[in-house]
């Protein structure tokens, strides 16, 4: 079973920077390579937003226009582990932030993801 723990989250202000982690346990680190990553976030009142995916480290990337040129996801293969650099962040990115996996490496079209962590709050300041 594949289980995904972020962490990294915390309440930071408007300009700052964070790091979100995600660690993937329950593959291979062969499988852990098939599966594309993704992050995703809901904020309060709001449905849940994709945010950024990765196919394999160095890849092919993928981000939602709002938070392009200010976020980058990245991926060690060898550590089975995802992370979202935030820069200049904005109270806008006030949200839970989730971690997800999916069999394949297809980003286009954005498919539906197979696997959920339980999120970790980010909470940016005015």
């Known amino acids: 079973q594949v289980q995904l723990v972020e962490s990294g989250g915390g309440l930071v202000q408007a300009g700052d920077s964070l790091r979100l982690s995600c660690a993937a346990s329950?593959?291979?680190?062969?499988?852990?390579?098939?599966?594309?990553m993704g992050w995703f976030r809901q904020a309060p009142g709001k449905e849940r937003e994709f945010v950024a995916a990765i196919a394999w480290s160095g890849g092919p990337t993928d981000y939602a226009d709002s938070v392009k040129g200010r976020f980058t996801i990245s991926r060690d293969s060898a550590k089975n582990t995802v992370n979202l650099q935030m820069n200049s962040l904005l109270p806008e990115d006030t949200a839970v932030y989730y971690c997800?996996?999916?069999?394949?490496?297809?980003?286009?079209?954005?498919?539906?993801?197979?696997?959920w962590g339980q999120g970790t709050q980010v909470t940016v300041s005015s």
């Open positions: 997800a996996a999916r069999r394949g490496l297809v980003l286009a079209g954005r498919p539906r993801y197979d696997y």
């Open positions: 329950g593959l291979t680190i062969v499988t852990f390579r098939s599966y594309a």
